[in-house]
Structures are given as C-alpha cells and as structure tokens.
C-alpha cells in the first residue's frame, strides 16, 4: 500500500507541476469562482479551455494551463481531495491560498517533499532558492539536470536583486 492513497486524489512519483509552474493560485481562483460545483469534470474543462475562463490567448495556452491545473487540483469531483476542496472554497477568501497548498502538496510529491524539508528549518533561519536546490538535487538526483539548480538560483538571485 502506498504511504498516500491514490483512490482520494494524492499522486506519487517524480513528476511535478511546480517543475514548469507556481501553484497557479489566481488561475485556480478564476476557475472555482466561474464554474458551478455541480460541474462534471468536462465542465472545467470547458470553462478553461472553450470558454477562456482564464483569459489566456491562445487554444494551447488554455490546453497547457487546463492540464497544469488538473494536475494540481484534479478538477474532478469524483476525487475525494477536489470535493473537500470545493466544499471548503466558498468559507472564506483568506483561507484560499492554503486550502490551493494543502491540494497541490497532496497531489504533487515534489512540493510535498520540498515542504517536509522547509518545515524542517529553524525558525527565522532563512530558506534559500540555493538550499531547496541543493536538497532537491539529492532527493532527485536522477531526476534533474544539475544545471536546473543552478538556472533556479541564478533567476532567484536576479529576482531578489
């Protein structure tokens, strides 16, 4: 048996939404704001895709964000995981950041276990784009270019500049 059971939504693995994207927090906004609960899955989408709910350009542009978010939130309400989600959303705007976390670690091993590293640290000791790298890279060495890291702390370092 898995340490995290797959039938309510939890994924595992190497692969990982956050290797290309953030957790998407504002396009899941868009999404469980416009679209009924009631929806079947086809209904979001839809609404991502055929509708534009997300104001994206182009059809491969709503293709990509459709699947990223997918990946991340199921956008099922046949997942146990989902329904909690969508059951919990309308309680309150400020709660929404980490009910999106709480949904995107369950179903993203690489948050998930960048997350148990992260709570690990001292207080008010500082979390670097270089330690998180350098984590990673020991946890998935088989899984990432050496030169990924040094791409990540390079951007961080430019952004915090």
């Keep these: 048996m898995a340490l995290f059971p797959e039938s309510v939504g939890f994924r595992s693995g190497a692969s990982s939404?956050?290797?290309?994207?953030?957790?998407?927090l504002a396009e899941l906004t868009l999404v469980l704001?416009?679209?009924d609960a009631k929806v079947p899955a086809e209904g979001y989408r839809s609404a991502i895709i055929e509708d534009s709910i997300l104001g994206k350009p182009t059809r491969t542009t709503r293709e990509r964000s459709a699947k990223r978010l997918s990946e991340l939130y199921a956008l099922v309400p046949d997942c146990a995981l989902?329904?909690?989600?969508?059951?919990?959303?309308?309680?309150?705007a400020s709660?929404?950041?980490?009910?999106?976390?709480?949904?995107?670690?369950?179903?993203?091993?690489?948050?998930?276990?960048?997350?148990?590293?992260?709570?690990?640290i001292?207080?008010?000791e500082p979390v670097?784009?270089?330690i998180l790298s350098e984590h990673l890279s020991h946890q998935y060495a088989e899984r990432f270019w050496p030169t990924t890291f040094r791409w990540t702390v390079l951007t961080h370092e430019r952004r915090s500049a």
């Design 33 to 35: 704001n416009g679209v």
């Design 82 to 92: 989902f329904r909690l989600l969508r059951h919990f959303w309308p309680a309150d």
């Design 17 to 24: 939404a956050h290797t290309s994207r953030t957790m998407m």
């Design 95 to 120: 709660s929404h950041p980490m009910l999106a976390f709480l949904l995107a670690s369950a179903r993203d091993p690489l948050l998930r276990d960048a997350t148990l590293f992260v709570v690990g």
């Design 122 to 124: 001292k207080l008010n």
């Design 128 to 130: 670097t784009a270089e």
